[in-house]
């Protein structure tokens, strides 16, 4: 299995442009999560989906984040407009109910 | 609110000690608690999970405990090399069953000198 994909792997934008991040979860595995990880405040959930359904999205910052699974293989994460304070890298991970969670590499977000 | 803490935030040591990483939750109430290892600029890599019933578990070199009326885990590292020098976060499983997010400790920083 090649684990979680994710991409892009390093993504530099100006502030106000959308940003999409991307991502494949291990297959058969039903929950998908978003983490963000600064610094100052270290990894952050932002959203979980389970069977491709939002279950808790109130770790999102702002309406300006959007996230969607249209189906089981395939999640975006998407920042309209972006900001320089959503610099960060943003992972992605899945797991079976109740197992381990594995993570993607990540994407760095650079927001100039 | 369950929150996680790691001490220390960083900790130096000379190959072949063993060492133990801590890391205490204040919501006794979770489903299971996970150990990762990250790598500078990588993802995380899981290392050991444990579910609630379970006191500890075991890979290799690796032993992670969990006393879960405390709101203690620890991970133990014997022999340690430099190749383990990574920062290790804990993170708890809120007891909502199999759903429920993960949250996460700031992490302990890890360096082990040859």
């Known amino acids: 299995d090649a684990g979680v994909i994710q991409s892009p792997r390093h993504e530099v934008t100006e502030m106000g442009q959308e940003v999409t991040l991307r991502c494949k979860p291990i297959s058969g595995h039903d929950y998908l999560f978003w983490y963000r990880q600064t610094m100052m405040r270290g990894l952050e959930l932002l959203i979980y989906?389970?069977?491709?359904?939002?279950?808790?999205d109130s770790g999102m910052p702002e309406d300006r984040f959007s996230a969607k699974m249209p189906n089981a293989s395939f999640s975006t994460l998407k920042i309209q407009p972006s900001e320089p304070r959503d610099s960060a890298v943003y992972f992605c991970?899945?797991?079976?109910?109740?197992?381990?969670?594995?993570f993607g590499p990540g994407t760095r977000l650079t927001v100039l | 609110k369950q929150e996680v803490t790691q001490i220390p935030a960083a900790l130096s040591v000379p190959e072949g000690e063993n060492l133990v990483l801590n890391c205490s939750f204040t919501d006794s109430a979770i489903y299971n608690l996970q150990w990762f290892r990250q790598d500078p600029g990588k993802g995380l890599t899981s290392l050991l999970l444990i579910q609630s019933s379970q006191r500890e578990q075991t890979s290799g070199r690796l032993n992670a405990s969990l006393d879960k009326s405390s709101g203690r885990s620890t991970l133990y590292i014997a022999a340690s090399q430099p190749g383990d020098s990574a920062t290790y976060l804990c993170?708890?499983?809120?007891?909502?069953?199999?759903?429920?997010?993960?949250?996460f400790g700031k992490g302990t920083k890890l360096s082990v000198k040859p």
């Open positions: 989906f389970n069977n491709n359904v939002p279950i808790d």
């Open positions: 993170a708890v499983r809120g007891d909502g069953g199999s759903q429920g997010n993960l949250i």
């Open positions: 991970a899945s797991s079976r109910a109740g197992g381990e969670q594995f």
